[in-house]
């Protein structure tokens, strides 16, 4: 089966770069791929995007050599299943709030006797190999979102769960939580909150990784010692891009929408 490069790279460099595509084109997740990225996510969640778009999306990723994740809407396991059959090397499961999410995520990632998933990867076989099925269980990585003040309060039962890979943060939902309002740079109780994530995380050997508005953040997030880090959503780096191009010619007219997730 093909090694999922990600779990690698980490180990190699210290830490890993994850694109986070929203656009449901597979144009344009061909085009970040090739931008040299170590891991993709195509968002189910708040993307504008559906089952059919996300499978044509990960076909584009895997034109490269980035590890292609992806985030379903929920815990649910059929998507989860049907995401993974269709060729994601990982997900990143939002609102974990609590073990028994965290345990239903596991059991839709691992095959038996290690979890529940049902046997059927039709794209799974052709992106990672006719073995794919004897090392799935090892290869595939389980994250699960850490994004409410009540999963910071029942982390170490999730933590304690066993089959996850890591963690991942958002940022804005746990801004939202403590503070009210969302942000990806919070300040408070809610940047307390994120730095204890971090460091009872890593105290279990996971990967920790963390959703950043651009790439000054993800470098602050680096030094600050996670190890997956996200530069914005491609919806938000293409308005960002356009209104700096319309600065040039002193004509932008900012709306605020499309900030990231």
């Given amino acids: 089966m093909r090694a999922n490069r990600l779990r690698e790279v980490v180990k190699e460099r210290g830490h890993a770069t994850n694109a986070w595509l929203s656009i449901p084109s597979s144009y344009s997740a061909e085009l970040v791929a090739h931008c040299g990225f170590d891991a993709i996510t195509v968002d189910l969640q708040h993307g504008m995007i559906d089952f059919g778009q996300a ?18 809407q929920s815990s649910d396991p059929v998507q989860i299943m049907q995401l993974l059959d269709a060729g994601a090397y990982g997900v990143i499961c939002p609102q974990v709030d609590d073990a028994d999410i965290a345990r239903a995520v596991v059991a839709a990632c691992k095959y038996p006797p290690s979890g529940e998933r049902s046997f059927g ?12 099925f004897a090392h799935a269980n090892r290869e595939i990585l389980v994250f699960v979102m850490i994004e409410s003040r009540k999963a910071v309060q029942n982390l170490d039962s999730i933590l304690s769960v066993p ?11 746990l801004s939202l ?25 890593a105290q279990r050997q996971m990967l920790t990784g963390i959703f950043c508005a651009d790439g000054a953040m993800a470098r602050k997030r680096v030094d600050q010692g996670f190890q997956v880090v996200t530069p914005g959503n491609d919806a938000a780096i293409l308005k960002n891009g356009c209104l700096q191009q319309l600065a040039g010619l002193g004509n932008a007219t900012a709306d605020g929408g499309g900030s990231g997730y």
């Fill in 55 to 72: 499978v044509t999306m990960l076909q584009a990723i895997s034109s490269t050599g980035a590890t292609p994740l992806a985030r379903p």
């Fill in 121 to 132: 990867p039709a794209r799974g076989l052709l992106y990672g190999g006719p073995d794919y």
């Fill in 163 to 173: 089959g996850i890979d890591g963690v991942y943060i958002g940022p804005n939902d």
């Fill in 177 to 201: 939580s403590y503070e009210g309002t969302p942000s990806s740079d919070p300040k408070g109780e809610a940047a307390q909150a994120i730095e204890y994530i971090r460091t009872q995380v």
